[in-house]
C-alpha cells in the first residue's frame, strides 16, 4: 500500500520539465502560451501522475498563473 502523502511513491515516471516538453498545440505565439490549455495539460499531466483524483480547482488559479508567469 502505498501513501498518498507522499508524492515520491506515487510517481513511477520520469518528469520532464524543460521548455521542450511543452506540446506544440499550447504555443500560438513563442512568447505566450494559452492559460486555459495549460491548465488541461497540468490536469491531465497531474491525472496521470497522482492519480483520476487529482484536480486543480479554480481557487488556485490566480496562484497557478503567478507561477506559470
Known sequence: MTNPCNPSQNLKKKVDHSPDAIPNQFVKDPRYL???????????KGSELLGKVFKIDQ???DTVYKLLV
Do not use: A, I
Not at 486555459?36 to 490536469?43: G, I, R, W
Open 34 to 44: 494559452e492559460f486555459d490549455q495549460l491548465l488541461d495539460y497540468l490536469n491531465k
Open 59 to 61: 481557487k488556485d488559479y
